[in-house]
């Protein structure tokens, strides 16, 4: 997946003969692309909803009640994915991160919110961060599907939840009062209205803002001793506790089970939940934990170290926008998550801009946003997501838009899985957002190819280029519509050229200000090859109007 960019470089040899004379002569040296995450093309997709590796862990704690549709356990599993890793199916799509939902073992019970019964399948209902629920699979799955991922390049991002517990169930009792709160329920109307409260009735609140010792809530203790494991537990929390000099409060103990996964199985990074909901000091802590945990695990497994990236928080501030720069503003006071915290938020406008501008409008003001007010940041973009009931193409039928503004712009790229198999958003018989959470249309990938192919090309493009989405943008001419990318970082130096809207005809473009003089050119959409001459190039298109043009 890493495309290899030669530096010439020069080396004067003296050579000795009968008319002393130097001679020159140049010597490839091949340079890996480097991965950027300010440029990542990330694939976010739900543990339960994307492929059945394991039938025989479909069913556990007796999770049987009848559901509303989609919303019990469906059967996706880490050995799915790893599966679809192994395949090449995300190397073809340029994938180079996967996010998945949580995978911690959640609430045994079912609660009806008024949609239907309701079942944990989506990971945001944790009952024990400590185990991996056994419907996703087992700790064995998961250090396979990271070895497997990375031995692709490709990072992988787990989910963070500290905000909150699962629901209170007949089989899940609530946390005591002094790890949660069951009210106010937030108003969202102003601060403390979104984060000293419930985000909604039955999901208890965790006391983030408390800095008392607290003891492990009952039922976990019992739990553990069941699974003959409390003492182990036990003297892991000692041994953090003793370390980081970090009271015995909620916050921190979570902050360590979650860290574990970072330290025993390498992962990459975390897409950290509802973010605004938490007081803001606590992602500053946790990136601490997160960060002496990555760099531990770096020292002790010094042959399974990808690079030297740090480890990656992007974070779900609900509602923020790139409008806003570095801060998220709540009526009553503005703040900053990027304030040592995240490295990137995601991104809650693309959609809406996407849907009202055009490709240059949104490519140059991304571009500018990024090179200043958000500098040495990011912004992770998505046209349709989880929790998003409005995407930009609910029924799918502008995919090769969705693909082109998604992919081609600035920031990090968020692919929703099905986004590539135009999985429809639109599910008869659903209530509220389990219609955007069907599982993944496997049977009708055969109908999709025209679809899937261009979102490969555009997603091996843009993972073989860090200047798409970390680079400088340019517009070349307006019609037909051409722009290049520049990206420099140290002595890496990536350009390119896309141009989008082509007809059919040939068309001459002006590259002289981003290729030299004779240089081979090659589309990388069509497969064809050019060469410049006097600083120009005649192109011609695929049948999908786009070109992708790179230094061969």
């Known amino acids: 997946m890493k495309k ?275 007081e803001e000091y606590v992602w500053q802590e946790f990136k601490d934990e997160c960060d002496y945990a990555f760099a531990e695990y770096k020292k002790d497994n010094p042959d399974k170290v990808l690079d030297d990236n740090n480890f990656y928080l992007v974070g779900e501030v609900y509602g923020y926008g790139v409008s806003g720069g570095q801060f998220y503003d709540f009526g009553d006071k503005k703040v900053n998550y990027f304030d040592d915290a995240f490295q990137s938020l995601i991104n809650f406008e693309f959609k809406w801009n996407s849907k009202e501008q055009g490709y240059q409008d949104i490519f140059n003001r991304y571009s500018n946003l990024l090179q200043t007010d958000l500098k040495d940041y990011g912004v992770l973009n998505y046209l349709s997501s989880h929790d998003d009931g409005q995407p930009f193409d609910a029924k799918r039928e502008k995919p090769y838009e969705t693909a082109n503004k998604l992919l081609l712009s600035p920031g990090t790229s968020q692919v929703y899985y099905g986004d590539e198999s135009a999985r429809s958003l639109v599910i008869e018989g659903t209530q509220g957002d389990a219609t955007l959470r069907s599982f993944m249309n496997w049977d009708e990938m055969p109908h999709k190819q025209d679809v899937l192919i261009h979102w490969q090309k555009l997603g091996q493009f843009r993972a073989n280029h860090p200047a798409i989405g970390a680079g400088t943008h340019q517009m070349m001419t307006q019609e037909p519509y051409v722009f290049s990318r520049s990206y420099q970082n140290e002595d890496y130096k990536d350009k390119v050229v896309i141009g989008l809207g082509f007809g059919e005809e040939e068309q001459n473009i002006d590259v002289s200000n981003i290729f030299e003089e004779g240089e081979e050119i090659t589309d990388f959409y069509s497969g064809q090859s050019y060469t410049v001459k006097d600083g120009k190039i005649n192109v011609q298109a695929d049948h999908e109007g786009v070109i992708l043009l790179e230094k061969k």
Not at 81 to 102: H, R, S, V
């Open 4 to 278: 290899l960019m030669p530096i010439l470089i020069i080396l004067i040899a003296f050579i000795s003969c009968k008319n002393t004379e130097a001679k020159k002569s140049a010597e490839v040296i091949e340079v890996e692309t480097p991965f950027v995450w300010e440029a990542a093309n990330l694939y976010f997709l739900l543990t339960d909803r994307f492929n059945n590796g394991d039938t025989s862990n479909d069913v556990n704690f007796d999770r049987t009640k009848e559901t509303g549709k989609l919303r019990g356990f469906e059967g996706g599993d880490l050995k799915g994915i790893t599966q679809k890793i192994n395949e090449g199916y995300f190397t073809n799509l340029g994938i180079n991160a996967i996010w998945m939902t949580p995978i911690v073992e959640q609430i045994h019970g079912g609660t009806d919110e008024g949609t239907g019964v309701t079942y944990g399948f989506h990971g945001y209902w944790a009952k024990d961060w400590t185990k991996i629920d056994p419907n996703y699979g087992t700790k064995e799955d998961l250090k396979a599907l990271v070895e497997a991922a990375h031995a692709k390049g490709i990072r992988v991002l787990l989910d963070a939840v500290i905000n909150h517990t699962g629901p209170v169930t007949e089989k899940d009792p609530v946390w005591p009062n002094d790890w949660v709160r069951t009210e106010p329920q937030c108003k969202y109307n102003n601060y403390d209205n979104t984060i000293s409260c419930t985000l909604v009735k039955n999901l208890p609140d965790i006391l983030t803002d408390s800095n008392e010792n607290v003891e492990l809530p009952p039922q976990l203790v019992e739990k553990w001793k069941a699974e003959g494991r409390y003492e182990q537990e036990v003297k892991e929390l000692d041994g953090f506790f003793t370390r980081t000099g970090h009271p015995r409060a909620p916050r921190f103990y979570i902050m360590k089970w979650l860290t574990d996964y970072i330290t025993e199985f390498g992962i990459d990074g975390y897409r950290v939940d509802t973010v605004k909901h938490t």
